[in-house]
């Protein structure tokens, strides 16, 4: 079965095309003034914090404990978790996997014409309870066992800013800037998966530096590329739902003819 743009949905993908448009140009124009990365350091934070969050709850929902949970000025992060047999693999699929499930996530959320306060609000949640949980009370109570004190200061700096500014952008602006944060939001979490996967990729392939593909491919035998390769290829799947699920119809009365 054909699948059409929805007429529904014009408005709906100019503003993510508009979201894409600043954020491929910010990109561009960041070769050029590397000042101008900063407008954007805030949302690669948003990101990691999306990535380390998936692998915390990964862990919770398998009965495992999560001894701490940080995030790097360098975009990095990282979550130690006690974990073994088939509770391992999901924790350490979880980071680029939920991630994309999360731009997916949005991308339905706005299809539907969801509250886009109520989605920035939920965010801020997200962040705000995995700063709290897992970045301060876990690694406070396990005596900063593998984290030091200026990561777990940094995380919750940064997480519970992360959080009011959610909270304040949907609480405050108006509704045309909050749907545009949001869809700014979404893109920000595709591209940042993306490009951790090519940079899992090249770490995996010519460093051999400590990753969720490493910890893989030491835990089940298969080497890191095939991990790679099925994420990127289940990353990929969900993107293509996301989008047909955001942009398109089946019913033939929602197609839009154009003229010539």
Known sequence: MRYSLAADTRPQVSLLLTA???????WVVSWFIPFVDY??????LFATFVH???HALAAFLTGNSV??????????????????????????S???????????????WMRYTFSSRLALYLSAGFVGTMTILFGFIAPSWNLLAN????????TVISGLFLTISLAAIARFATLRWVNFALAFLAVQCLLNAIFSLKS????????????????????TGVPSIFWIGLWTVI??????AGIRLYATSRRPSETVFLES
């Open 67 to 92: 001894e701490s949970l940080t995030v790097s000025p360098d975009g990095s992060g990282a979550v130690w978790s006690r974990a073994s047999g088939i509770s391992a693999l999901l924790i350490s």
């Open 94 to 108: 979880a980071g680029y996997l939920g991630t994309t499930a999360f731009w997916t996530l949005l991308l339905v």
């Open 200 to 219: 899992l990729f090249l770490i995996s392939t010519f460093t051999g530096q400590a990753s969720d593909a490493a910890n893989m491919a030491a835990a």
């Open 39 to 44: 407008l954007v350091y805030p949302l690669q």
């Open 147 to 154: 984290v030091t004190l200026l990561s777990v200061v940094f």
């Open 235 to 240: 990353s990929l799947v969900m993107i293509g």
């Open 20 to 26: 894409i448009a600043v954020s491929v140009g910010l």
């Open 52 to 54: 380390e969050g998936s």
